[in-house]
């Protein structure tokens, strides 16, 4: 069974700093993307960045130059250093394996909410 185990959200005032990280656990076929998604109140999930086994990365434009997303594939691990937030970075935060079979895993979701 695939486990997606996600940590570091919280309450952070605007223009601070978060780290999240997820560590993928269990049986599961060769992983193609990990990454992040968000859902706010209100809103429908949306990609925050995603990194493939290669390393190419993909940002959504909302956090261009403020987030960062790292990968560890001997450990099945990524992270995302979350830099200059804003109110609007508010939501919950699901971490994604994407296989390459086309199988997608997700994290339970943590919550971050940034004050104004």
């Known amino acids: 069974q695939v486990q997606l185990v996600e940590s570091g959200g919280g309450l952070v005032q605007a223009g601070g700093s978060l780290r999240l990280s997820c560590a993928a656990t269990?049986?599961?076929?060769?992983?193609?993307?990990m990454g992040w998604y968000r859902q706010g109140p209100g809103k429908q999930r949306e990609l925050v960045a995603t990194v493939t086994k290669g390393g190419r990365t993909n940002y959504a434009d909302s956090v261009k130059g403020r987030f960062t997303i790292s990968r560890e594939n001997t450990k099945n691990t990524v992270s995302l250093q979350m830099n200059s937030l804003k109110p609007d970075d508010t939501a919950v935060y699901y971490c994604n394996l994407r296989t390459f079979q086309g199988y997608d895993y997700w994290g339970q979701g943590t919550q971050v909410t940034v004050s104004s």
């Open positions: 269990g049986y599961f076929f060769s992983i193609n993307t």
